[in-house]
């Protein structure tokens, strides 16, 4: 959070935050990156296009849920999942969360929308209109900081601030800050060095420290949206980042550091840190997409589903989660969408059992559809991601403490 600056060198000159790109070991640093693209480009064509929509409704909770984590401020993914159905909590402090956690997802969808390409995506417009996007949709009263001052929407701030012991540059300043970076990084890198690249924009415009508040999350929003393309929503750099949270926090720190001496590149800040923090940013990359490519396995999943339906069979509905739904269910997940019909048929049972099945399948979250009587396709309900996907999500398992 901001607070009155000290007295320290002032950063007015956009020369201050070189370089914007390391000098040495960027080719390293790109072939380090090239496993995180083959296997997330394999990752988009692991599942059908309807299970993969699902997915990425997962993924988007998920995003906003860890992204205010990182800023302490997360909200119980069930009280996420509330306030997308407009079911907002009597407790003022946990409804103010869910808005923001709300506000989060639809900043996302706007992201999306507005910025489709990476060069878009990496131009402060779309870090300033992340941070608009994210902070218009709140009342005046939920733009509140920490020390009770309105956060305006996507207006760069009008003072000097320090963050922690990092005195960002003199606000008049800014905007030189921003178009030295937009020069510099707002254009077409190629998959080989998207990754070094949005880890490097992250980390300098987070430095900049353009808007007095807001800053990590308008940051996350527009780095979500230069990886959308690969990641095709299918896994979270919040939750890789959040897991880490004090390393995401020191190797950001690190990289605010001065040249160490002149075999440390040849900018003013620390081109040695700036490496550091790139390989650090790759590695989650790498363990998101590696984690979220064994989840999605389908011989796998096709167990845990069984291993979900044998759970469920011991639980109040017992007659109603029969193991002949297994193979029907994994035909939905791995293929796609089915008539209601069809999935009766594919489970063998007879037309009146099956419809029952079929009834608190979709019931639960298991099976979802759009009209009452349209195609079925695959869900992933909160209380099943335990069993279905173990680990991905973990704090959804948990007891919900801040929900009235």
Not at 44 to 50: D, K, M, P, R
Not at 261 to 268: C, E, I, K
Not at 315 to 328: F, K, S, T
Request: proline content about 5%; hydrophobic content about 45%; some cysteine.
């Amino acid at each position: 959070m901001s607070i009155p600056p000290a007295t320290v060198q002032a950063y007015d000159q956009p020369h201050q935050f070189e370089p914007l790109l390391p000098g040495l070991g960027l080719d390293a640093l790109a072939l380090r990156a090239r496993p995180v693209m083959e296997a997330a480009l394999r990752l988009q064509g692991a599942t059908n296009a309807a299970t993969r929509g699902e997915i990425r409704a997962l993924v988007r909770s998920m995003n906003s849920y860890y992204s205010n984590r990182i800023e302490g401020q997360s909200t119980h993914p069930l009280n996420i999942e509330r306030a997308l159905k407009a079911n907002f909590s009597d407790q003022p402090a946990v409804a103010k969360r869910q808005r923001l956690a709300l506000a989060h997802i639809q900043a996302e969808l706007a992201l999306e929308a507005t910025a489709p390409t990476e060069a878009q995506a990496l131009h402060s417009r779309t870090l300033v209109l992340a941070h608009q996007s994210l902070y218009a949709q709140l009342s005046e009263a939920d733009c509140l900081s920490d020390e009770g001052r309105g956060v305006e929407p996507g207006v760069l701030r009008s003072e000097d601030v320090t963050v922690a012991r990092h005195q960002a540059p003199t606000w008049a300043s800014v905007p030189q800050f921003l178009a030295r970076a937009d020069a510099v990084y707002a254009q077409d890198w190629g998959l080989d060095r998207l990754l070094v690249v949005a880890a490097c924009a992250h980390h300098r415009l987070v430095w900049v420290h353009p808007f007095l508040d807001g800053n990590g999350r308008a940051a996350r929003l527009q780095l979500h949206a230069v990886l959308h393309r690969l990641s095709g929503g299918l896994w979270s750099v919040n939750r890789g980042l959040a897991r880490q949270r004090d390393a995401y926090y020191a190797r950001l720190s690190e990289a605010d550091m001065p040249r160490h001496g002149d075999l440390d590149g040849r900018g003013n800040l620390s081109e040695k840190m700036l490496r550091a923090w790139c390989e650090f940013f790759i590695d989650v990359c790498h363990d998101q997409v590696r984690f979220m490519a064994q989840a999605l396995d389908l011989d796998s999943l096709k167990d845990r589903l069984a291993g979900l339906v044998l759970v469920r069979s011991q639980m109040g509905d017992a007659a109603l989660y029969r193991p002949e739904a297994i193979v029907a269910l994994h035909h939905v997940l791995a293929v796609g969408p089915v008539a209601r019909g069809e999935f009766v048929q594919m489970t063998g049972l007879a037309e009146r059992t099956g419809r029952k099945v079929l009834s608190k399948l979709l019931e639960d979250g298991l099976l979802q559809s759009d009209t009452p009587k349209g195609a079925v396709r695959i869900g992933f309900p909160l209380d099943s991601l335990h069993l279905l996907f173990p680990n991905l999500y973990p704090e959804a398992a948990a007891a919900v403490r801040d929900a009235a």
